[in-house]
């Protein structure tokens, strides 16, 4: 019988990408917006801490030579597909993720939320979580 000894951890993470035309802080508002969380809620400061997370995301490069590989082989993540899909229609295209290791966040909140929204000027689509 074999025993584990060592840390397990029950974290999990998903990724999401985040598209839009013009500026960062029009996304946030977008996101509050999808969030649907009125300014007089209690629920408002963190629908406004969700909308920040997202902003810690960063941009696809697509003349890193690893991901050339990776495309090459196709061994794209679902993230780096959506966001080459997005770079057609916005002009800035960011990925990450978010993860529930922490504190009751935020992000902790996000993980396990899968949602898609596109519209002519933001697109946010979020994967489940693994």
Do not use: T
């Not at 999401?16 to 917006?33: M, P, S």
């Not at 007089?40 to 406004?48: E, G, M, Q, R």
């Not at 196709?74 to 800035?92: C, D, F, P």
């Not at 909140?109 to 697109?123: I, Q, T």
Request: with cysteine; charged share 30%; hydrophobic share 35%.
């Amino acid at each position: 019988m074999k025993i584990r000894q060592g840390f397990v951890s029950n974290s999990s993470s998903s990724s999401f990408v985040l598209a839009y035309n013009g500026e960062v802080e029009d996304a946030q508002d977008k996101i509050l917006e999808l969030l649907g969380v009125p300014e007089d809620s209690l629920l408002y400061n963190f629908a406004v801490d969700c909308s920040k997370v997202f902003s810690s995301a960063e941009e696809l490069d697509v003349e890193d030579p690893y991901f050339k590989e990776d495309k090459e082989k196709g061994w794209l993540s679902w993230e780096q597909e959506k966001a080459l899909e997005l770079r057609e229609e916005y002009s800035v295209v960011l990925m990450g993720s978010v993860s529930n290791e922490g504190d009751g966040s935020a992000e902790d909140a996000l993980v396990p939320m899968e949602f898609s929204h596109e519209d002519e000027n933001f697109a946010l689509h979020k994967h489940g979580y693994f």
